[in-house]
Every structure is written in C-alpha cells, then in structure tokens.
C-alpha cells in the first residue's frame, strides 16, 4: 500500500533563521579584553622603546640638549614671582623643574615664587619619548627687598642736630644692620643705632644724607634733609 504522493510543487516548510544572542555580560567581556590588549600593546611598545634607547638606537629621536632661556637678574626678590623657559631640540620632549626650595614644576614655560632669602640651584630636565634626557641647571640668589631709609632732625643750640632714623624700614625676613650718616660738612658716622648727633662748626646750610643696610647687605636709596643753620 502506498502513502499519499507528494506534490512536487509544494515547498517544505522552513523555520526561520535565529541571530545568535550576544548578553550584555558578554559584550562587557569583549570590550575587557580589547582594553587588555590595548594596553599590553601599549606597553610592550614603551617597553621596546626603552630597550632600543639603552642600547643607542635613537629611531629617529634627537638627543636633547636643553637650555635654559630665561633672562633673570642677577639678584631675584624674594615673594616676587619670575618665569623660567627652557629650550631643547627633539621630539616628544617633557619638561621637569626642580627649583632647590623643595618645590618642582613642568612644562618648557613655568612660574614660581621664592619664600625664603637664600641661593638655590635650579635645576631642568627634558625627557624624550625613548628615555633619552638632558639637563642644565643655574644658581639664582634670592634677596628681600631693599630697605628704606627716613630720618628726622632737631636743632639744638650751638650748632647741635640730633638724628632719629628710627622710621627707616627693612622687610620682614630681615632687619636694618647699619646706618651711614653724611653730615654734609664732611663728617660721617657708620653705626648700629638708628638715633644719632653732630655738631657744626660754623653756621651755613648742610645737606645731609642717611642710607641704609640690611642684614642681607642690601642698601637702601639715599634719603637727604637740608640743614641751615
């Protein structure tokens, strides 16, 4: 007995194709371990750099040669803030300073302020991208500002004048250490106190002069009075 013929004509049923699921759990796996391979990647390539630097080969690095291209004057001024530039031929160059005052910046442009009286070895280092470095240093005094001188006077009798620069000022990481007095007849005082006197000789007109020394060795401008007596 035969079964029923089938119909060429007819199609088989089919079920449709099903997209395989990927869960988000999944998909946080596959960005993992791209990240990792990111930066094995990175890594071994520093790691190659590196050992390409310590046996000379530059692979297309100049050695840098930093100088330092700041114009300083002689003497800095303490809490007063001055720039400091640096210059070097090469590539992919990072700039470190170490100011001697335990402080320390970067970058090829860089600003700082000195807090304290005193000499300081400023230091700068360039380093390229294969580890190659270069350094230059400068030594920079820093001073207070410079003290002022002020007086007044008083004329006594006989030809006395007495003197008071105690409103002369220092600044306050410092103290005023001398006053030098010009009479203006040609006597002169170097001393420690801030009061002092002369007596003239005769009567006339005298322009005396007082300045001033820190203990730093800082001078102060000249301050004048005229006396006629």
Known sequence: MQGPAMNAGMPFPTQPLQQPRTSGRGRLWVLALVSLLVIALVAAGMSWLQWASQRGLSL??????????????????????????????????????????????????????????????????????????????????????????????????????????????????TS?????????????DHTSYSQDSHTYSTSGTYTVTLTVTDATGQQSTAAQATISL
């Open 60 to 173: 297309g690095y100049p050695t840098p040669n930093v100088q330092m291209t700041s114009q300083l004057p002689g003497r800095l001024v303490l809490n007063q803030g001055y720039q400091f530039s640096a210059a070097s031929q090469g590539r992919d160059l990072t700039y470190s300073w170490d100011f001697g005052d335990q402080t320390s910046s970067s970058g090829p442009v860089v600003n700082h302020t000195f807090q304290a009286n005193g000499t300081y070895t400023v230091t700068v280092t360039v380093t390229d991208a294969v580890g190659q470095r270069s350094t230059a240093s400068t030594q920079v005094t820093v001073l207070p500002p410079p003290p002022q001188a002020s007086f007044i006077y008083s004329v006594g009798y006989y030809y006395y004048v007495s003197f008071d620069a105690s409103n002369s000022t220092a600044d306050a990481s």
């Open 176 to 188: 005023i250490a001398y006053y030098d007095w010009d009479f203006g007849d040609g006597s002169t």
